[in-house]
């Protein structure tokens, strides 16, 4: 990471005196894997439901093999099968399935330092431009998540809203893409010496050798050679890839400490315990065991907040299911939980929830006395609650909306606020994913908010909401203008 904090800054120190341009490749750079893989997956899902068995197959054989070998020499034979795959096929499907392969698969590809390189480059006031030989079709809904409105990608041709199975020359592809990078910089008046090329590939060396600033990601054995030998940065980004064994045994092994702990507060209570005590026993356990299986080292700044003030609500921002883990390992003790129903039938978490006198909220339900009730009483007996109040969660880890119902219940109890935000969760199990991933969690723990500076409930929410947005803006590179286009993709 500290090879990525060092080039970030680079970018920032570049005397903004001229336009300047950032181009970025897509697979393996931006995201890991390759977008022709999810995009051929949902392709072959739409040709088999029509029946059209022998082409779906002929398809998906030379995407694997593409997969297997890595190799750029045959990815003109491969766009080209794929696109007579297409012939007679609507436009309006392939945008359909594009989006639906980045739903499926793509958007849990996108690297967070791919994330934060973007940022660096948008604050710095640099042109971004994608530059891929794929398709629009894979390209359009990752640039629009991360806020890039330029596009050089390989074209298919179209007639009367369809496919005809042929490829617009030249495709973007080796020195297609060099003569595409000049077109977009002519355009903007920019030398591509004043300009950045981040890629995997060296397929892409034509382009990355006319740039004044060329960078590796996550190079190729050739393209590490090459850059070596030429001396350009080199950015390895690991937060998101394939699977590895190290993944699978520690996702298991979380599974197991879940259910071991579920299994401590079932023994706990067959034995007499009383609930309250069960209840920290499994807490204690599932925070240090579940943390260290997971392989999360976590980082606390502001520690000493958690214990200024008892009870209280504690706020978080929802970024992972493993955040559970993360505020049990801070927490420790007299803690509940605050959650959506729904999760109470969760197979895995579901009855280690309920052991913990979870309050479960029915948000289609209009009437929350009882609600209310239950979670004042926890309260007024010297335990805190840990309550979300976002509605859902970003896969980027951008904050969403803050419902007031955790505000509201402080203020009614006179018990302080205290807001916990988690910068990276994601990092280690992304939104979507099934694998765990090691990964140094940072956490922030703001200053509580005490009862009598709760004047207004409304703005005591925004005003928190604010701070976890600029907190985490700040610490991802992220510019006000790509906040608000997200603020449009929330769901």
């Known amino acids: 990471m500290r090879q990525l904090e060092d080039h970030l800054f680079s970018v920032g120190q570049q005397p903004n005196v001229r336009p300047r341009v950032a181009f970025f490749d897509l697979d393996r750079t931006l995201i890991a894997g390759y977008s022709i893989i999810a995009l051929a997956n949902e392709t072959i899902r739409h040709v088999a439901s029509k029946g059209e068995l022998g082409q779906a197959a002929m398809v998906l054989n030379d995407v694997l093999r593409l997969r297997r070998e890595q190799s750029g020499s045959n990815y003109h034979r491969i766009v080209r099968q794929?696109?007579?795959?297409?012939?007679?096929?609507?436009?309006?499907?392939?945008?359909?399935?594009?989006q639906r392969a980045y739903n499926v698969s793509l958007e849990k590809r996108l690297y967070s330092e791919a994330i934060r390189l973007v940022e660096a480059h948008r604050e710095a006031g640099h042109e971004l431009v994608i530059v891929t030989a794929a398709s629009r079709y894979q390209v359009e809904p990752i640039a629009k998540v991360l806020g890039i409105d330029e596009i050089c990608c390989t074209q298919l041709e179209v007639h009367n809203g369809k496919f005809t199975g042929k490829l617009i020359a030249p495709l973007c592809f080796g020195e297609g893409k060099t003569m595409a990078a000049r077109r977009i910089a002519k355009r903007y008046g920019v030398s591509l010496k004043d300009s950045w090329f981040y890629s995997d590939s060296s397929d892409d060396l034509p382009l990355l050798k006319a740039v004044g600033f060329p960078c590796a990601v996550n190079p190729s054995d050739k393209l590490r050679e090459q850059a070596e030998n030429r001396q350009w940065p080199q950015l390895h980004f690991s937060t998101r890839g394939f699977i590895s064994v190290e993944s699978i045994s520690r996702t298991l092994l979380t599974g197991q400490a879940l259910v071991a702990t579920t299994a401590v507060g079932w023994l706990g209570r067959k034995l007499g315990v009383a609930t309250h005590d069960s209840a920290n026993m499994m807490t204690q356990l599932l925070g240090d065991l579940g943390a260290s299986v997971a392989g999360l080292n976590i980082e606390v700044e502001g520690r000493h907040h958690l214990r200024d003030h008892q009870p209280s609500v504690f706020v978080f921002n929802h970024q992972s299911l493993l955040d559970t883990i993360v505020l049990a390992h801070l927490l420790r003790r007299d803690i509940v939980p605050f959650c959506k129903k729904e999760m109470a039938s969760n197979l895995l978490i579901g009855p280690l929830l309920r052991q913990a006198e979870t309050v479960f909220v029915d948000r289609e339900q209009s009437n929350q006395v009882e609600v209310l009730q239950k979670s004042l009483r926890i309260l007024n007996s010297g335990r805190s609650l840990v309550i979300a109040p976002e509605g859902t969660r970003s896969v980027l880890g951008d904050i969403q909306p803050f419902k007031h119902g955790a505000f509201f219940l402080a203020r009614k109890a006179r018990v302080p606020i205290v807001p916990i935000v988690l910068h990276n969760v994601k990092d280690a199990l992304p939104k979507g994913a099934l694998l765990i991933r090691p990964a140094t969690v940072r956490v922030t723990v703001l200053p509580p908010i005490l009862p009598d500076q709760i004047k207004s409930v409304r703005t005591a929410c925004r005003d928190?909401?604010?701070?976890?947005?600029?907190?985490?803006?700040?610490?991802?590179?992220?510019?006000?203008?790509?906040?608000?286009?997200?603020a449009t993709l929330r769901r």
């Open 82 to 98: 794929l696109t007579k795959a297409l012939k007679g096929v609507s436009e309006s499907t392939l945008v359909d399935l594009g």
């Open 464 to 486: 928190t909401e604010d701070q976890f947005r600029n907190l985490l803006g700040s610490s991802r590179h992220t510019a006000l203008p790509l906040r608000r286009r997200f």
